[in-house]
Each structure stands twice: as structure tokens, then as C-alpha cells.
């Protein structure tokens, strides 16, 4: 068995997989994702409860990395910094699985004996079972009247930068609403640039600061009324965080429709007070057009404002998942993947695609398993699932 990725997925199926006496081979730069592909200055959205990677014997929490460190427990009121969750990671993966090859995998192909794997170090082998954990790049957006100007460099998607204070002195245009798009507009205005959000919501949501470390402190007709889950508090974030087995047998639509609107655009509750007042926010606008200005962008907005010239646009956008855009494999694989309307992959139960022997976890089971596997505290349902399929079916 071959795992592709060494982010919060890749390494908690790595050692569930282990615990299950598979022989496993782990390809990727641990946590590089959050090093490379997420902004310096950047702190969870998620507590430190929803933030653990799921180890068999859950010895590994985040709450066991900080005692390990000699730290305070923390709860729910605590942001975790990203330069400690990348901490967290690098110490699972030393304890958990040690063997990690650091190396890319570039190319798969299905041919007899199973999958064949090239990788970037010029090694070639073949394994007779797959799981793909390689995270959210491949399926950044970037909205499509952007798009010439990314290769003019005036434009960027989020998970482009890990560093924004090279825009400093900068006008800079960030274009979305959500967690992703306010915090890295936050950043950059910290960081001495320009920034002006353009939001198509109608206004800024933020979340409510939690009163409780601990979400069973609450008082019981609270915690009745909504209950705390790692999604957030509700019957429903429960129901997605408790029951992702449940989700996969809502009709296609149902799904998709709830993975696009369930925990719609938010900010972070400690994001307010680095949001209001400190930047323009145009919200109600939508960018229809943009073109290069001498050497900067002029965007033309829907909305009261209705051009705004810029230095940068960084589009905080999202993600949309689409096996076209997995181009490690082969066209021939792809073709053979079933997929959604959407184009996502459809998975068994197991988290196996309709190719026998490739598996897909993380983002790219959100159209089959639900919303919390956008997030860490997804590992555990998917690492157990994947690692008993594997191990009963004799992998
Ligand atoms: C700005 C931002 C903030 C976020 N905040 C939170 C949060 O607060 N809480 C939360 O739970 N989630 C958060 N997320 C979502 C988070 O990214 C995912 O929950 C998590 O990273 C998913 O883990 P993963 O292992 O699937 O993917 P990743 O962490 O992306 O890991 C994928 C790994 O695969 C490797 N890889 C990719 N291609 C190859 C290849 N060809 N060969 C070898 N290796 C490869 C990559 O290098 C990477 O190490 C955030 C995401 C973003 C963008």
C-alpha cells in the first residue's frame, strides 16, 4: 500500500494502517501544505479540540503534543497558531511515521500488478494500492475573469503565498468573504499593505466568541439546544461531524447542495476586531471584469463601486474538487474514475474509488462523506474506514 501525501490525511491513514499490520510506504513533504501554502501569521479556525490528526490509540491529540512540549492545556478560546499546528504535525509524523519519504510522486499509472508509481527522485515502482491524501491544491479556484491575469503575475489564488508581507506598499484586492479571505486581509494590513475586500454577501459574518474552554460547560438547556461538535455548536454541524457515513447516501444533489452552503463565508470570532474599520470592504460587489492597466489591474465591480484599480488580486476563492484537475494521474485513470455532475470522484464506503485499489481522502471526499472532511477532524473517520477495508480486504 502507498499513501501520496504526508499532510494531517496522509499520515493519519499512514498509522492506522500500520496499527493494522499493513506494509505502507508514505511519499511527501510532511505538513508542507501548511508551511508553503498557507500565510505566516495565520491561526486556526478550528479549536484545539477539532484540531487533532487521529492516531489508533489517540496518544497522538494536540493536546498531547502540548503537554509533550511541557505547555498548558488549552480550549476552545485559544486560536492555535499555524506555526504550531505545523509543530504538531512534524511531531505526529516523527512518532507516528517515522518513515516518511520525502519525495513527489509525478506520474500514476494503472497497468498489471497494480499501480506504477514515478516519483521525482527518477525511482519507478509498482504498488497494488493507492491512497491519494494530496490535499487541497490541486482544486484551488480561481475565478475565470482572473485568469489572464495570473500569468501576468497580477493575480494569485490564496494558496499561492505563505508570505504577504512581500505586498507591502501594495494595493491589494482580495476577493472572497470567507475565514481564508479575511485573514489574509487582515495580514496584509498588518503587514503595511493596501488591502480592499470585495465580498459578494451583502455583509461580513463573523463567529461568536466562545464562552467556555469547554463546550460541556455549558449549561444543559444550551448544550441541548446546540450541542458542540468539531464542526461548531447546532444539531446540524453535529449531525455533519458525527454521521459523515450517513451523508454519502443523501441523493446527489442534496450533497452537493449542502457541501456548497453549509458553513458559508465566515470569520473567525478573534478576526473582528482585525476586519472592522481597518480596511475598505466593499461588500455586495462581484468582480465582472478585469484588465491590466499599465502595471496594474483595473477591476470592474458590480455594485456601488464600480471600478477599483489595483496593484494585486488575490483570490481567496476557494476550492472546487475535480478528478480532470488530479494530473499525477494518467488520462486513463481519470477516465476510468466515476464522478459526480460536479465532477467529484464517487467513493464506496471505504473511501475507494471505482478504480479497485485507489483510494481518495480528505477534500476530495467532501462530495461523498460531507464537510468535515474539509478539516482535520475528518482523520479520524477516514483513516479507519480506509485502513479496515484495507487491511480485511488482504491489501
Ligand atoms: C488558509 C487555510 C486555513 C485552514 N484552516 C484550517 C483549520 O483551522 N482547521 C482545519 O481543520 N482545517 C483547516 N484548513 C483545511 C486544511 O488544509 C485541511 O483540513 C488539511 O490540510 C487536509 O489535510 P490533507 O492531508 O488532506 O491535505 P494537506 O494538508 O494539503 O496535505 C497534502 C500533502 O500532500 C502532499 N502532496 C501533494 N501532492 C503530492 C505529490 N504529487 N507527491 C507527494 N506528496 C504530495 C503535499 O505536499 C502535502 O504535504 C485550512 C485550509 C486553508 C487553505
Not at 503534543?65 to 509543530?87: H, L
Not at 499593505?193 to 474552554?213: I, K, M, N
Not at 466593499?282 to 496593484?311: K, N
Not at 476530495?364 to 480486504?393: E, K, L, N, Y
Amino acid at each position: 500500500m502507498t499513501v501520496v501525501g504526508a499532510g494531517p490525511y496522509g499520515l493519519s491513514t499512514a498509522a492506522h494502517l500500520k496499527a493494522r499490520n499493513v506494509p505502507v510506504r508514505v511519499l511527501g513533504e510532511p505538513m508542507d501544505s501548511w508551511r508553503s501554502r498557507m500565510p505566516d501569521g495565520m491561526f486556526l479556525k478550528s479549536t484545539p479540540f477539532a484540531s487533532s490528526i487521529s492516531d489508533p490509540a489517540a496518544r497522538h491529540r494536540f493536546e498531547d503534543f502540548r503537554a509533550d512540549q511541557g505547555q498548558a492545556w488549552v480550549g476552545d478560546r485559544y486560536a492555535v497558531p499555524v506555526a504550531e499546528f505545523i509543530r504538531y504535525g512534524e511531531w505526529f509524523q516523527e512518532r507516528c511515521v517515522p518513515e516518511v519519504q520525502r519525495a513527489a510522486v509525478v506520474a500514476i499509472e494503472y497497468g498489471p500488478g497494480g499501480f506504477r508509481l514515478s516519483l521525482d527522485t527518477g525511482e519507478v515502482f509498482t504498488s497494488r494500492a493507492v491512497v491519494l491524501a494530496t490535499g487541497l491544491s490541486s482544486y484551488a479556484r480561481v475565478p475565470s475573469e482572473l485568469g489572464p491575469l495570473v500569468g501576468a503575475g497580477l493575480a494569485s489564488h490564496s494558496s499561492d503565498h505563505a508570505d504577504l508581507a512581500k505586498f507591502a506598499g501594495q494595493r491589494v484586492a482580495v476577493i472572497g468573504a470567507g475565514q481564508s479571505a479575511l485573514e489574509s486581509a487582515a495580514l496584509l494590513h498588518e503587514a503595511g499593505a493596501e488591502p480592499v475586500v470585495v465580498a459578494r454577501t451583502r455583509r461580513l459574518v463573523f463567529g461568536s466568541p466562545p464562552e467556555y474552554d469547554q463546550s460541556s460547560d455549558r449549561a444543559l438547556p444550551h448544550r441541548l439546544a446546540e450541542p458542540g461538535s468539531a464542526l461548531g455548536p447546532g444539531w446540524q454541524l453535529f449531525a455533519y461531524s458525527r454521521a459523515p457515513a450517513a451523508f454519502r447516501h443523501l441523493p446527489d444533489t442534496q450533497r452537493a447542495y449542502r457541501v456548497r452552503t453549509v458553513l458559508g463565508p465566515a470569520g473567525a470570532w478573534w478576526l473582528r476586531e482585525r476586519v472592522g474599520g481597518r480596511f475598505p470592504v466593499l461588500t455586495g460587489h462581484t468582480v465582472w471584469s478585469a484588465e491590466q492597466a499599465g502595471g496594474c489591474v483595473r477591476l470592474r465591480l458590480r455594485g456601488p463601486t464600480e471600478v477599483l484599480e489595483a496593484d494585486h488580486v488575490l483570490a481567496a476563492t476557494g476550492y472546487r474538487v475535480d478528478v480532470e484537475r488530479l494530473d499525477l494521474l494518467d488520462k486513463g485513470l481519470r477516465r476510468a474514475l466515476r464522478r459526480t455532475s460536479e465532477g467529484a470522484p464517487r467513493l464506496f464506503e471505504s473511501f475507494e474509488s471505482s478504480v479497485p485499489g485507489l483510494y481518495l481522502t480528505g477534500l476530495a471526499a467532501v462530495d461523498t462523506f460531507g464537510p468535515v472532511m474539509r478539516f482535520v477532524c475528518g482523520t479520524a473517520f477516514a483513516a479507519r474506514r480506509i485502513s479496515r477495508a484495507v487491511a480485511t480486504g488482504g491489501l
